[in-house]
Each structure stands twice: as structure tokens, then as C-alpha cells.
């Protein structure tokens, strides 16, 4: 029945939970026709309806877990991010300079890029419109930070 199979490609990660727990693994997200930017279908699956997404454990790959999208406070991809951000939709995004306090007592530091009109240019208006995963790009990873756990931003 592979006809019913929905194509899926898994993206390494690492998962961060509300109740500070860490996972390296992959989340598999649904391929998009003519694309190939994982980081771009990423962004989709988290902030699409499904409150669920499939991801296996590096130290348990043999079994499928499925994990609540919002239980999860960051979702830090593998990779540099030259390497993640060069090709596709993503190239480098123009963002916003900041640092992200959230509410676990972690910070990032790193651009916030938010797809919004031009005519939103404030900081406070960017995340008010924005969906309820942001990228944010540091100098050493690319990850996307659930809007719900940000305390404040600097």
C-alpha cells in the first residue's frame, strides 16, 4: 500500500520541552512538491493545525515517537548555518537583531526573521503578527523558537 504513503524526509534536530528536557533526533516532515528546502518545510510543519509531529530519538531510532508540537520551547536544527540557510527559500534571512529570554531560563542571541508586510517594521509588531514558530538565526545554529515561551526580548 505504498500508494497511500504520504512522502516524508526527516530533518535533524534537537528538541527542547517546556520542562527543560533535550532530544537529538528527527523530526519528518512532509515532503513539498519541487522543493527541497528542509528548513522551509520545517517551518511549515510546525506551524501548520497538526498539534502532533513524528520524530524518532538518536538513541532509540528504531522506534517512531510522536511529540506534541506545543510542549516543545525550541527546535534547534544540525548543522552550520551557512550550510542550512544557502540554498532555497531560506537564503539567509533579513531579521532583526536580539536577544530572546524565555521562560525555561535559557537565551538565544541571534536575527529573528518574521515574514510580515514592510509596513511592519517595529520589533513588537513583527512578533505580534507573526506564527507561533519564529526562525532565529545565530552565529552557530539556526532554530525556531515557539512565540508562546518568549519572556522577553532585549
Request: with cysteine; net charge negative; charged share 30%.
Amino acid at each position: 500500500m505504498q500508494e497511500l504513503q504520504v512522502p516524508t524526509h526527516r530533518v535533524a534536530v534537537e528538541l527542547f520541552t517546556k520542562r527543560g528536557e533535550r532530544f537529538a533526533g528527527g523530526l519528518f516532515v512532509t515532503e513539498a512538491p519541487y522543493h527541497t528546502d528542509r528548513v522551509e518545510d520545517l517551518k511549515q510543519a510546525l506551524n501548520d493545525q497538526r498539534m502532533f509531529l513524528p520524530f524518532d530519538a538518536a538513541q532509540d531510532a528504531t522506534n517512531c515517537h510522536i511529540i506534541n508540537k506545543s510542549q516543545l520551547t525550541r527546535i534547534k536544527l544540525e548543522g552550520r548555518p551557512e550550510d542550512l540557510l544557502r540554498e532555497g527559500a531560506e537564503a539567509r534571512p533579513e531579521g532583526k537583531a536580539c536577544e530572546l529570554r524565555l521562560a525555561d531560563g535559557s537565551s538565544i542571541e541571534g536575527e529573528v526573521a518574521v515574514d510580515t508586510p514592510w509596513s511592519l517594521s517595529r520589533l513588537v509588531d513583527k512578533f505580534n503578527a507573526a506564527e507561533p514558530f519564529v526562525l532565529v538565526v545565530t552565529k552557530d545554529s539556526v532554530e525556531f523558537v515557539q512565540l508562546c515561551h518568549i519572556v522577553c526580548v532585549n
